[in-house]
């Protein structure tokens, strides 16, 4: 009989490629990590696992079994779901990742309305880049997460996942408004903030010779400002790289260059030093979680607040995420 705790293992080693990987994903030695898949080439009765170089590469009988695998562990999160349901009445920890702008707009209303239907509910949150939500989910770290992704940086289907819409968010170019350090000689870049520009292309391309704010590289949002600017026909010249847009919007306004930021990024009062175009393109959010863990009663639950505590400019949006 197979063991579910190493077919998980085995799953783990063909997203991330190297025993060390899972190793630390999962908080197991390399060493034991390589005995327990070894133990499992045993149930199995023959190779799963050819070495190629620091890597391990799974043998056609490997593939085939982690397909097995995913199948095998939807249907353990299904019943786990119907464990909850029978208990009735949620109580117990919930782990949320949640990248920041959402952490800050949508999570601590969705948190409110959760206490008050679901006192014995413990949320957790933990802040959580988009492009490490998978592994996290996969690992257990997490029991759902908020991701984000653009329309020029689509998000990749992920094994073992499900995602729901949650809302789409409009994008603004920011630049140094006229007449401040840093702006351009005329403002002919200006736009309605509330209307995209025609020419989103034409936007970005005005700028081509400017210094760019971009997020730190790994990030989904530093992937969307670069491809957004060559598929203008450039590639930005990058001067600061942040991952807080109240600080990258306090970069633009005293010159520091121009970015491209998101709806939630965009907060507080006007500011006269910043001047924002609305562009095209579009951020969506979904909730993640692991496949079959849909009907869990506390990731619906969690599910619902959410979409109550999304701000009604947003909402319109929600049916295109």
Not at 208 to 216: D, H, L, V
Not at 253 to 265: I, R, T
Request: charged share 20%; net charge neutral; with cysteine.
């Amino acid at each position: 009989m197979l063991d579910v705790r190493r077919l998980r293992l085995l799953r783990e080693l063909a997203r991330r490629g190297t025993i060390a990987a899972v190793a630390e994903a999962l908080s197991f030695s390399p060493s034991a990590v390589s005995q327990q898949l070894g133990v499992l080439e045993r149930e199995a009765g023959l190779p799963l696992l050819e070495r190629t170089g620091r890597r391990v590469r799974l043998t056609p009988a490997g593939q085939n079994l982690v397909r097995h695998a995913e199948a095998v562990l939807e249907r353990l999160e299904q019943a786990d779901a119907d464990l909850a349901e029978a208990r009735g009445g949620l109580a117990g920890a919930l782990r949320i990742g949640a990248f920041p702008t959402a952490s800050r707009a949508i999570v601590p209303a969705a948190l409110v309305a959760l206490a008050r239907r679901h006192p014995g509910l413990e949320p957790m949150v933990c802040e959580t880049d988009p492009a490490a939500v998978a592994h996290a989910l996969r690992a257990g770290d997490l029991d759902v997460a908020l991701v984000h992704a653009y329309d020029l940086v689509p998000a990749e289907r992920e094994p073992g996942l499900t995602t729901e819409p949650l809302y789409g968010e409009a994008m603004y170019l920011a630049e140094p408004a006229a007449g401040t350090p840093g702006s351009p000689a005329a403002p002919g870049a200006a736009g309605v903030p509330g209307a995209p520009a025609p020419d989103q292309d034409a936007v970005l391309r005005a700028h081509a010779g400017s210094p760019w704010i971009t997020a730190t590289p790994g990030t989904l949002c530093h992937a969307m400002t670069v491809r957004a600017c060559q598929a203008a026909g450039f590639t930005p010249r990058v001067r600061h790289q942040v991952d807080e847009f109240a600080t990258v919007l306090a970069l633009v306004a005293a010159g520091q260059g121009v970015a491209v930021v998101p709806q939630l990024g965009v907060t507080g009062p006007a500011d006269p030093s910043v001047h924002l175009t609305r562009l095209v393109m579009q951020r969506r959010t979904n909730l993640a979680f692991r496949s079959g863990a849909a009907a869990h009663p506390a990731v619906a639950a969690f599910g619902a607040a959410l979409r109550a505590a999304v701000p009604p400019d947003l909402a319109g949006s929600r049916a295109e995420a």
